[in-house]
């Protein structure tokens, strides 16, 4: 069997150690800080995107939630400008009311007035009226009339009205 | 034991290409030296060009290398504990020289220096001496307990001890044997079978031919199985190195 040939064992070991140790320097000095480097670089990468990602986000959020705020905010005054609105109209409706009310009132005070005087007016004429027909007929019946008492009598008939 | 000229052990002759002497010392370049330094140009090769590029998304040798790195940075970190990183260069070393000797012994008429006991045997020592070092340099002499298993009644440490120690000073030529008798039981299988088909020529040599592309299938899944054997129990082993306490 070859493999127990023991005068070829000292070159086998002097070669498997020589080529053992550049093997590993190559690799322990070249390849492995090569592919760790790479294999960091990527890990580094991807947790510093991951971060970004993460940093975005809150931006969004922070922006969202000022949206929010603006919003809100936006609708209290909308609310308080409409309140505002409101009264002021009430106010003005209620001022336009009262001074119609006050015309109207003042009016129907002269229209009372008025009616007041003409019914006086016509209530005198009519005693006049009276008076006159009453002496007229007087007159004719009895062929002579007295101006005084015949208005004594019509007044006295209209006091009993 | 080799006579005849198609011996199925033929295979694993040394032959000296360039012929060295250093005090006496037979140190020639033989079949074997140079398939070691063509694994560990090819391994080289694989690793540097495929992170040649240094892309963020990986290519596919790129994938290939950073896959390799991670599933050995796993192995250890799974089997010795986070304290085994700072063995990973001499593991990661190990899983390559084994791997690519192995896969390119798997080439007609290449030479397999893994299929040689004295280096399975080196590689099995010096991993057995440097997990050794660094169990006494770590724990001190606190590196006995490993072979003191805990919660064991007092009499069993009679016979348990001498068996663990027994088994600790196994543990080099049981990882050298591995390796070394898959690959020479592989590789003479497969000459043993080439045989065949040649003796049994064209009308009958399709049947141990179908066999023998089997078989091609299986040794190259040996080849990688043993390389990855070898570093996870030298994983394991440097665990026990670090942590002795059963």
């Known amino acids: 069997m070859p ?6 064992f000292a070159s086998q070991l002097i070669w498997l150690a020589i080529t053992f140790v550049v093997l590993y320097l190559i690799m322990s000095r070249v390849v492995i800080p090569r592919i760790g480097g790479i294999l960091e670089d990527r890990e580094a990468r991807i947790r510093g995107d991951l971060d970004k990602a993460e940093e975005l986000k809150a931006d969004a959020d922070e922006a ?18 409409i309140g505002e609105m409101k009264a002021t109209m009430a106010a003005e409706t209620e001022k336009r009311r009262q001074e119609i009310d006050a015309e109207l009132s003042k009016r129907q005070a002269e229209a009372e007035t008025k009616i007041a ?9 009519l005693d006049e009226v009276a008076t006159r027909a009453t002496a007229a007929l007087v007159e004719r019946l009895s062929g002579s009339a007295d101006q005084d008492r015949v208005a004594k009598a019509v007044a006295s008939v209209g006091e009993g009205r | 034991m080799a006579a005849g000229g198609h011996s199925p052990l033929e295979q694993f002759e040394i032959k000296q290409l360039i012929p060295l002497n250093a005090g006496g010392i037979d140190i020639s370049f033989t079949n074997s030296a140079l398939w070691m330094v063509i694994a560990i140009a090819a391994a080289t090769l694989l690793l540097t060009l495929g992170m040649r590029g240094r892309a963020m998304v990986p290519g596919r040798l790129q994938s290939v290398a950073e ?19 700072p063995y990973f260069p001499f593991l990661f070393t190990l899983f390559f020289f084994i791997l690519f000797c192995n896969l390119l012994g798997m080439i007609p008429y290449s030479f397999t220096p893994t299929s040689h006991i004295i280096v399975t045997f080196g590689m099995a020592f010096i991993v057995f001496i440097g997990v050794t070092i660094i169990g006494f340099a770590k724990n001190g ?16 440490l009679f016979i348990l001890v001498p068996i663990e120690i027994i088994s600790y000073f196994v543990r080099p030529i049981s990882l050298s044997l591995r390796l070394f008798a898959n690959m020479m039981a592989g590789h003479t299988m497969l000459k043993v079978f080439g045989g065949f088909v040649i003796s049994l020529g064209f009308v009958a040599g399709w049947a141990p031919l179908a066999f023998l592309v089997a078989l091609t299938g299986l040794e190259i899944g040996i080849a990688m199985l043993q390389a990855y054997v070898f570093t996870i129990l030298s994983c394991l082993y440097l665990h026990d190195a670090l942590h002795p306490g059963h």
């Open chain 2, 67 to 85: 896959i390799s790195y991670e599933f050995i940075a796993n192995m250890i970190r799974d089997n010795a504990g986070s304290g085994g990183k």
């Open chain 1, 117 to 125: 005087e003409q019914r006086d007016s016509a209530l005198e004429s």
């Open chain 1, 3 to 8: 493999q127990l040939a023991a005068e070829t």
């Open chain 2, 141 to 156: 002499l606190g590196f006995i307990r490993l072979f003191v298993p805990s919660g064991v009644p007092i009499p069993l």
């Open chain 1, 64 to 81: 969202m939630a000022e949206y929010e705020s603006r919003l809100a905010s936006a609708r209290t005054s909308a609310n308080e400008i």
